[in-house]
């Protein structure tokens, strides 16, 4: 196999081998190969390890020597690898953006056991810059679409892009630039791609291992819980985490004081003012927020902490115990899983979310699993109270636009009104700036009423820009949904919000208050709500199909919502 290699390929091979072979002995052994791997963050246990050495040790003598190297090398050459390349690509752009910068271009080599200061590889970076403009370079990967067997310089092609500039221009390091550029004037030897490539191979067989170890595991305490993990698995990297996380869209140094507060207590006063303030406060928090904290609402504080600790204690039991809970619909009136939904065709080589969750409906019936022993009765208890406070709220909205009180219950059943709560259990991770617990969405229902341990996590968007949302002791977080919005014809709109994790483990409890399964929901009949100057801006739609339709895709935003508006804006 080995013989098919050109004597430059074979030259820059060897450069490879040294690379791992950190004793110069001319074997790699177990540790060395673990090392490479453990410096493209990864952490494979020793099993995994040897499993690693025996699939890539020909003869089985527990050492790799290069001609070992060379025919493992070959082979790979010879095969079709561009897609699992593009995944072994993805250790090295740490910050997924598709390219790599001068930064992660030194942190490489570092890890190659190539000690760069930062002056070397912002040079190597600038030498790219052929018309001397000084605009700042990244250095992107282009994989080719046919690997050639007998040419290494086909599998990666590198482009230098000028970040403020659409010119673009190719390069390689020698002795293959002759068959892949035009001009010499293209070339620059930024990084040894034959290393790169050589770590990449090894790489992407740890990654089939690990996503296959993965899908075994499900749930990601699970992950979490790996001996010295120090990095996430790429299937958890949000691709896109940059713009979730731009100082340009979140608001550090917003007031937490501006966020709404509601006294649930001045819904009952029998001081007219009292009353009449709260209704025009929870008006403009539905408008203009669409998220409010409510205090006073009498549930105790002793309640809300114990149901905290059940749940708590529900995602520290066995797999085996929690898995028998696994539901394959949206609707089950118990599901337990990992990420957004646990479905039969969840494919663990999506993104995954840093998340593992518990589903349970509270009413018309209530759903509990059997374990822990007191989790029936504090549930249904919580449940009941949260039920009042609700239903109280909605009363108060429907006051706020001008409306009959009970119009809301009338129209959508609220009587035997859907209520599911949803528990979810986020571990500590050791790089939360690269993952998600839940993406940018909103909800279904009319009102989510969220609370948490000690641990914050919820962000909104308000005014375009993300908010950290730091709860008062005791209170409710409240979040409009998408049926409050369809039913006020887009006068109170659904909140935006997500859930970002951190280096501590947090738990969040969200109740949704929803319409009665088989309600159509609609913008309500009224001439406060539509009229000629405001017509329908939404379809009417069963709550269930609307569930269902969220549910079962991916959760982007709105877009569940914006599937049923109609292109009609209203008249000014």
Same mark, same amino acid.
């Given at each position: 196999?080995?013989?098919?290699?050109?004597?430059?390929?074979?030259?820059?091979?060897?450069?490879?081998?040294?690379?791992?072979?950190?004793?110069?002995?001319?074997?790699?052994?177990?540790?060395?190969?673990?090392?490479?791997?453990?410096?493209?963050?990864?952490?494979?246990?020793? *099993? @995994?390890?040897? +499993?690693?050495?025996?699939?890539? !040790?020909? #003869?089985? %003598? =527990?050492? /790799?020597?290069?001609?070992?190297?060379?025919?493992?090398?070959?082979?790979?050459?010879?095969?079709?690898?561009? *897609? @699992?390349?593009? +995944?072994?690509?993805?250790?090295? !752009?740490? #910050?997924? %953006? =598709?390219? /790599?910068?001068?930064?992660?271009?030194?942190?490489?080599?570092?890890?190659?056991?190539?000690?760069?200061?930062? *002056? @070397?590889?912002?040079?190597?970076?600038?030498?790219? !810059?052929? #018309?001397? %403009? =000084?605009?700042?370079?990244?250095?992107?990967?282009?994989?080719?679409?046919?690997?050639?067997?007998?040419?290494?310089?086909?599998?990666?092609?590198?482009?230098?892009?000028?970040?403020?500039?659409?010119?673009?221009?190719?390069?390689?390091?020698?002795?293959?630039?002759?068959?892949?550029?035009?001009?010499?004037?293209?070339?620059?030897?930024?990084?040894?791609?034959?290393?790169?490539?050589?770590?990449?191979?090894?790489?992407?067989?740890?990654?089939?291992?690990?996503?296959?170890?993965?899908?075994?595991?499900?749930?990601?305490?699970?992950?979490?819980?790996?001996?010295?993990?120090?990095?996430?698995?790429?299937?958890?990297?949000?691709?896109?985490?940059?713009?979730?996380?731009?100082?340009?869209?979140?608001?550090?140094?917003?007031?937490?004081?501006?966020?709404?507060?509601?006294?649930?207590?001045?819904?009952?006063?029998?001081?007219?003012?009292?009353?009449?303030?709260?209704?025009?406060?929870?008006?403009?928090?539905?408008?203009?927020?669409?998220?409010?904290?409510?205090?006073?609402?009498?549930?105790?504080?002793?309640?809300?902490?114990?149901?905290?600790?059940?749940?708590?204690?529900?995602?520290?039991?066995?797999?085996?115990?929690?898995?028998?809970?696994?539901?394959?619909?949206?609707?089950?009136?118990?599901?337990?899983?990992?990420?957004?939904?646990?479905?039969?065709?969840?494919?663990?080589?999506?993104?995954?979310?840093?998340?593992?969750?518990?589903?349970?409906?509270?009413?018309?019936?209530?759903?509990?699993?059997?374990?822990?022993?007191?989790?029936?009765?504090?549930?249904?208890?919580?449940?009941?109270?949260?039920?009042?406070?609700?239903?109280?709220?909605?009363?108060?909205?429907?006051?706020?636009?001008?409306?009959?009180?009970?119009?809301?219950?009338?129209?959508?059943?609220?009587?035997?009104?859907?209520?599911?709560?949803?528990?979810?259990?986020?571990?500590?991770?050791?790089?939360?700036?690269?993952?998600?617990?839940?993406?940018?969405?909103?909800?279904?229902?009319?009102?989510?009423?969220?609370?948490?341990?000690?641990?914050?996590?919820?962000?909104?968007?308000?005014?375009?820009?993300?908010?950290?949302?730091?709860?008062?002791?005791?209170?409710?977080?409240?979040?409009?949904?998408?049926?409050?919005?369809?039913?006020?014809?887009?006068?109170?709109?659904?909140?935006?919000?997500?859930?970002?994790?951190?280096?501590?483990?947090?738990?969040?409890?969200?109740?949704?208050?929803?319409?009665?399964?088989?309600?159509?929901?609609?913008?309500?009949?009224?001439?406060?709500?539509?009229?000629?100057?405001?017509?329908?801006?939404?379809?009417?739609?069963?709550?269930?199909?609307?569930?269902?339709?969220?549910?079962?895709?991916?959760?982007?935003?709105?877009?569940?919502?914006?599937?049923?508006?109609?292109?009609?804006?209203?008249?000014?």
């Amino acid at each position: 196999m080995a013989d098919a290699l050109t004597e430059d390929q074979i030259s820059e091979f060897r450069q490879a081998f040294w690379v791992i072979d950190k004793d110069c002995d001319g074997v790699i052994r177990i540790e060395e190969l673990a090392s490479v791997i453990q410096s493209l963050h990864e952490n494979p246990t020793r *099993e @995994e390890m040897q +499993e690693m050495m025996n699939e890539v !040790d020909p #003869d089985g %003598d =527990g050492t /790799i020597d290069f001609e070992d190297f060379l025919n493992i090398m070959a082979k790979k050459l010879k095969d079709n690898v561009t *897609e @699992e390349l593009k +995944e072994a690509f993805k250790v090295f !752009d740490r #910050d997924q %953006d =598709g390219f /790599i910068s001068a930064n992660e271009l030194r942190n490489v080599m570092m890890n190659l056991g190539e000690r760069l200061t930062e *002056e @070397e590889a912002q040079q190597m970076i600038r030498e790219a !810059d052929l #018309d001397g %403009d =000084g605009l700042p370079l990244k250095i992107k990967i282009v994989l080719s679409v046919r690997p050639s067997s007998s040419n290494l310089s086909a599998i990666f092609v590198y482009s230098v892009r000028l970040k403020k500039s659409n010119r673009q221009f190719r390069l390689l390091c020698p002795p293959f630039s002759s068959n892949i550029l035009e001009s010499s004037d293209d070339l620059m030897d930024v990084v040894n791609l034959t290393t790169l490539q050589a770590i990449a191979i090894i790489h992407q067989t740890h990654t089939k291992r690990i996503k296959a170890t993965y899908k075994n595991m499900k749930s990601v305490k699970l992950v979490s819980e790996l001996p010295n993990l120090k990095a996430v698995p790429c299937n958890y990297y949000v691709d896109n985490h940059l713009k979730y996380s731009s100082p340009s869209i979140i608001d550090t140094n917003h007031d937490d004081s501006l966020i709404p507060i509601i006294d649930f207590s001045l819904l009952s006063s029998k001081d007219p003012y009292q009353h009449s303030k709260v209704i025009q406060q929870l008006g403009r928090a539905c408008q203009q927020w669409g998220f409010f904290m409510v205090v006073n609402h009498g549930i105790e504080e002793s309640l809300m902490k114990e149901l905290i600790g059940v749940i708590k204690e529900f995602f520290l039991m066995g797999e085996e115990d929690k898995w028998r809970y696994k539901g394959e619909k949206v609707f089950d009136p118990i599901k337990y899983g990992t990420s957004f939904n646990c479905t039969s065709n969840h494919d663990i080589t999506t993104t995954s979310y840093w998340r593992d969750y518990l589903k349970l409906s509270l009413h018309p019936q209530l759903h509990c699993p059997d374990q822990p022993n007191n989790f029936r009765e504090v549930l249904g208890e919580y449940g009941e109270k949260s039920r009042k406070v609700a239903r109280k709220l909605l009363s108060g909205i429907s006051e706020s636009l001008g409306l009959e009180e009970e119009l809301m219950n009338k129209s959508l059943d609220l009587d035997s009104g859907y209520e599911v709560l949803v528990a979810n259990y986020y571990p500590a991770c050791p790089q939360p700036e690269l993952v998600m617990g839940l993406p940018p969405h909103s909800d279904f229902g009319l009102l989510t009423f969220l609370i948490q341990n000690d641990v914050g996590g919820l962000q909104i968007q308000h005014n375009g820009k993300w908010i950290n949302i730091n709860p008062i002791p005791n209170a409710i977080l409240v979040n409009t949904g998408d049926h409050l919005e369809i039913f006020t014809n887009g006068k109170y709109k659904s909140v935006l919000h997500r859930a970002v994790v951190n280096k501590m483990e947090r738990i969040s409890i969200g109740i949704a208050n929803c319409p009665a399964m088989n309600a159509t929901v609609s913008p309500a009949a009224s001439p406060l709500i539509q009229n000629e100057r405001f017509p329908p801006l939404y379809l009417p739609k069963k709550y269930s199909e609307y569930v269902e339709m969220q549910q079962t895709n991916p959760l982007d935003g709105k877009s569940c919502l914006d599937k049923i508006k109609i292109n009609s804006p209203p008249l000014k």
